[in-house]
Every structure is written in structure tokens, then in C-alpha cells.
């Protein structure tokens, strides 16, 4: 259990403390997420022009008519869902604009 899963553990506990609702978001904006990307050859499927110009393309996962960015906070995490060493890139917390209905952890 990672420091981040910790704080959601507490911030669930507790949802109208203050303290561990800061501690959490204060943990999220500071952290570096790992967000799975297409392969190489995906990304020149979709989009040819961005793909040669060495841009990253993410990984959305459409379930149920609604999509989906997924985020992990370690790289075992990552491996675990992606069932192999699939590529991704690094992205600090701070660059999210949080807007979270609902949280999972995986």
C-alpha cells in the first residue's frame, strides 16, 4: 500500500476532515503519475501526423460509452494492468485539473 493509497484510505474513513482531504490532494499534486500511451505503430494508426513528430498519444479506454484516462502511481501498478512492459509516460500530479466524482484504487 503506497502513501497516496494511505491518505485516500483516511480521507474515505473520514470525509468531512478537512485535514485528511488536503493531505490527500496535497499528495496527488505532488506526485508523478504514469499514464500508459499508444505503441509506436498504434499511435501512427491514429494519428500519423502527431505520431512523427514524436508525441506521446494516451491510452483511453472507453467503457460502457463513457472514457477513460488511466493513471497509476507506481510501475508495478502500471505493468499489473497492462499485462506487459507497455509504454507510458510520466506526468507531475499538478498538471491534472481534478475534477474527481469518483475514485478506485486499482
Known sequence: MTE????LLAMRANPT?????????DLILNATFLVPTLTSEQALEV????????????????????????LFDTTE????????DAPFVE????????????????
Request: aromatic share 10%; no cysteine; glycine share 6%.
Open 91 to 106: 506526468v507531475p500530479g499538478g498538471e491534472f485539473k481534478l475534477q474527481v466524482h469518483h475514485v478506485e484504487l486499482w
Open 77 to 84: 501498478r502500471l505493468h499489473a494492468w497492462t499485462k506487459s
Open 47 to 70: 494519428a500519423p501526423e502527431a505520431a512523427a513528430a514524436g508525441e506521446a498519444l494516451p491510452l483511453v479506454v472507453e467503457v460502457d460509452g463513457n472514457e477513460y484516462l488511466m
Open 17 to 25: 476532515d478537512n485535514a485528511s482531504q488536503s493531505a490527500y490532494y
Open 4 to 7: 497516496l493509497d494511505q491518505a
